[in-house]
């Protein structure tokens, strides 16, 4: 059974910093894109970031151009884990962050496993 376990939301003041980790379990997902989701209070969920095994043994990220420059997205595919580092957090990014597994790409239709969401709530 495919689990991910999301950690690391909380409330933090603008400006601010903090660390999304997920674990999966129940197969190894090198091979897929790992990839991070919210979904702000009453809004549609929208894509944050991905990353991708990449041809000469790099990994390929994509942004959305709202946290560009901002977030980092990372993983460990030796632990099956995905990190969402968020630095100069505002209060628009306040949302539910969920973490998601599938196909390289911004819609959520692409991603097969997601995980039950954790909150993140930045105060001005």
């Known amino acids: 059974q495919v689990q991910l376990v999301e950690s690391g939301g909380g409330l933090v003041q603008a400006g601010g910093s903090l660390r999304l980790s997920c674990a999966a379990s129940g197969r190894t997902f090198s091979s897929y894109t790992m990839a991070w989701f919210r979904q702000p209070p009453g809004k549609e969920r929208e894509f944050v970031a991905a990353i991708r095994w990449s041809a000469g043994s790099a990994y390929y990220a994509d942004y959305r151009d709202s946290v560009k420059d901002r977030f980092t997205i990372s993983r460990d595919n030796a632990k099956n884990t995905v990190t969402l580092q968020m630095n100069g957090l505002k209060p628009e990014d306040t949302a539910v962050y969920y973490c998601?597994?599938?196909?390289?790409?911004?819609?959520?239709?692409?991603?097969?496993?997601w995980g039950q969401g954790t909150q993140v709530t930045v105060s001005s």
């Open positions: 998601a597994v599938g196909l390289f790409s911004r819609r959520t239709s692409d991603y097969d496993y």
